[in-house]
C-alpha cells in the first residue's frame, strides 16, 4: 500500500474527523509534500482512518489518511486484523480512544506492547519494526 502525502497540516482534516485536540495548525511535517509513503498498517477511529508512515530517518507515526491520496490500494497479503474491543491489551485503545480496529503487519496487531512501543516510539520496538520493514522490502 502506498500513499502520496497532499498535506501535513491539521487544516486538511476535516473537522468531524479530528479527535485529540487537533486544530488547523496541527503538524505533521516529518511528512513532505509531494512524497509517497508506504502504509505499514490501518487504525480505524470513529468516521476515520491512519495510516502507520515512515518519513526518511524518522520512526513510524501514524497520520490521518485525509492527508494523503492512494497511489496504490493493495492490501499487503501478510496482514493481519485486529478487532480492539475482543482483544486483551487492544481493548483499553478503544475504551481509551475508540480506536474500533488495527490492521497491518502481524507484529503490530497480535503484540499490544508492540504497538504501544510503536506510538511511544521505544527504540526497541522501533527497530522490531525496522526488521519487519526490511522483510516487506524483500518479499
Known amino acids: 500500500m ?13 473537522t468531524k474527523e479530528r479527535y485529540l485536540g487537533e486544530v ?5 511535517s516529518p511528512l513532505s509534500i509531494g512524497e509517497s509513503y508506504v502504509v505499514y498498517a490501518l487504525l480505524f477511529i470513529f468516521d476515520r482512518v491512519d495510516f502507520l508512515v515512515r518519513a526518511p530517518e524518522q520512526p513510524p507515526f501514524w497520520a490521518p489518511s485525509s492527508l494523503f491520496r492512494l497511489v496504490d490500494a493493495r492490501v499487503p497479503a501478510n496482514w493481519e486484523f485486529c478487532i480492539t474491543q475482543l482483544r486483551p491489551g ?6 481509551a480512544f475508540k ?5 497491518g503487519y502481524p507484529l503490530l496487531v ?3 506492547e508492540h504497538y504501544v512501543g510503536i506510538v511511544e516510539r521505544d527504540p526497541i520496538e522501533v ?9 516487506q522490502i524483500s518479499d
Open 110 to 112: 497480535n503484540e499490544y
Open 99 to 103: 480506536i474500533s480496529y488495527v490492521m
Open 127 to 135: 527497530l522490531r519494526f525496522m526488521e519487519e520493514e526490511l522483510k
Open 24 to 28: 488547523d495548525q496541527t503538524d505533521y
Open 90 to 95: 487492544y481493548k483499553s485503545l478503544f475504551d
Open 2 to 14: 502506498l500513499a502520496f502525502c497532499q498535506a501535513n497540516l491539521g487544516s486538511a482534516i476535516p
